[in-house]
């Protein structure tokens, strides 16, 4: 962390730090004005040593701050004693006045306006730099913020300063207390903290008895950054995230593929090889149109031996007699005890794009029972949303409860905040 130059804390507290003890202040000279109100003995000695640190004896500046310093006994004296610290460290760079003088302002309970958070700003970033004292940093930023601190500048530095030191789910919870305040003021999010805090989250300092919780404020981290940003590199990362950080099972990892795939967020070779192996034992087709798509981008060779062209053989060599047995598996699923038939055929429908049949098959299976409701609601939706259903869509995901909700309530932001194509990567150099 570089400590950031504080060119306005310096005009706000004047070129003059303290006014001589034998001349009035004059009007517009607001720090003096103040300074004038310490005891006299501190106002002289923090006078000499300005007075000293002005003409480059910087031995006798540092020993009458020091005289200054003992004889504090009132607010105004640790303001006056701050200022004339602050001055001298102007003069010679030394870090550890710097600290010393920022704490007598702060402590002294008389800056106000700007200077206020600037102090706090800056005391957060010595702490961090100086001190290595990151915990101390992220209570100095927090106060900053509190003291009305800009929000673009001072939240990644609490979150950052949160994070490196150990404590991830207060670095999430700024984040997301940070994020909830600049929407309900109706102001922008910038991107990065986004970025930031779903970098944090993915590789937390915590103990295992804490991930469960990190984890939930990540992906909750995720879906914000999608329904804000939704770029397609951005879809592939929060549902990545999602998979990794949640305990999914076979039929919802294939559920995140076909999400990518409605998102228009697949990303190279792996992500293409991964669908069609997921599906193609069971919906042939739907695992064909994934390496078709993938071919089509340049990203998979459905011909040379070693890469999709195995898969691509084998589900070729279903698709004609899978689809040709649908009609009496509709037959067979209405006919069924329970609902597990209608829910298979209708999945194999929805890989044929006929959307209609899924649709009347997954409410059959509904009506029926012995389905998981969760799943079969999720793909119910799934087949809404491809039909162009969106309203029913977002009805069918919206009622989803239990282990489930999470990816539905994904689908209900990617259906409201449409896929948007990546931002250009900044020339390099």
Do not use: C
């Amino acid at each position: 962390m570089k400590i950031v130059s504080k060119m306005a804390l310096a005009i706000a507290l004047g070129g003059m730090a303290v006014a001589a003890p034998t001349y009035a202040a004059k009007k517009e000279d607001k720090p003096a004005a103040a300074a004038a109100k310490a005891t006299p003995a501190v106002q002289k000695a923090a006078y000499d040593a300005q007075k000293a640190a002005d003409a480059g004896d910087f031995p006798t500046a540092l020993t009458n701050y020091a005289t200054a310093k003992a004889a504090i006994v009132s607010d105004d004296d640790k303001m006056m004693v701050g200022q004339v610290g602050y001055h001298i460290y102007q003069k010679n760079k030394d870090r550890k006045l710097y600290m010393e003088a920022i704490t007598l302002m702060i402590d002294s309970g008389k800056a106000k306006g700007d200077v206020l958070p600037q102090l706090y700003e800056i005391q957060g970033q010595l702490l961090a730099v100086e001190n290595k004292d990151n915990a101390g940093a992220a209570a100095a930023f927090q106060k900053a913020y509190d003291a009305g601190a800009s929000a673009d500048e001072i939240v990644p530095l609490l979150v950052e300063s949160y994070a490196l030191a150990g404590e991830t789910s207060k670095s999430l919870a700024a984040l997301n207390a940070a994020i909830a305040k600049q929407t309900a003021a109706g102001k922008p999010i910038p991107t990065e903290w986004y970025q930031k805090g779903v970098q944090i989250g993915y590789r937390p300092k915590a103990s295992p008895a804490e991930m469960p919780a990190i984890n939930a404020q990540l992906i909750d981290l995720a879906q914000k950054w999608v329904a804000a940003d939704p770029q397609a590199h951005n879809w592939n990362t929060a549902l990545r995230v999602y998979e990794e950080k949640s305990t999914i099972d076979n039929d919802t990892r294939l559920d995140v593929m076909r999400l990518l795939k409605a998102a228009g967020a697949l990303e190279g070779a792996y992500d293409y090889r991964e669908y069609a192996e997921e599906a193609y034992l069971r919906f042939p087709n739907e695992a064909m149109q994934v390496l078709q798509e993938g071919a089509s981008k340049n990203l998979l060779n459905l011909t040379t031996k070693g890469d999709a062209s195995d898969i691509m053989g084998i589900v070729k060599g279903k698709v004609a007699a899978d689809k040709a047995s649908l009609v009496a598996a509709d037959k067979s699923a209405r006919a069924a005890a329970n609902g597990k038939a209608a829910l298979s055929t209708a999945d194999a429908f929805v890989g044929y794009g006929d959307y209609a049949k899924a649709i009347d098959l997954y409410k059959v299976a509904l009506a029926k029972g012995g389905v998981d409701a969760g799943l079969t609601n999720l793909h119910l939706g799934w087949a809404q949303a491809l039909s162009g259903d969106t309203a029913g869509a977002k009805t069918t995901f919206a009622a989803i409860t239990g282990p489930r909700k999470t990816l539905a309530d994904f689908w209900i932001i990617h259906l409201d905040h449409p896929t948007t194509p990546n931002a250009p990567k900044p020339a390099a150099g």
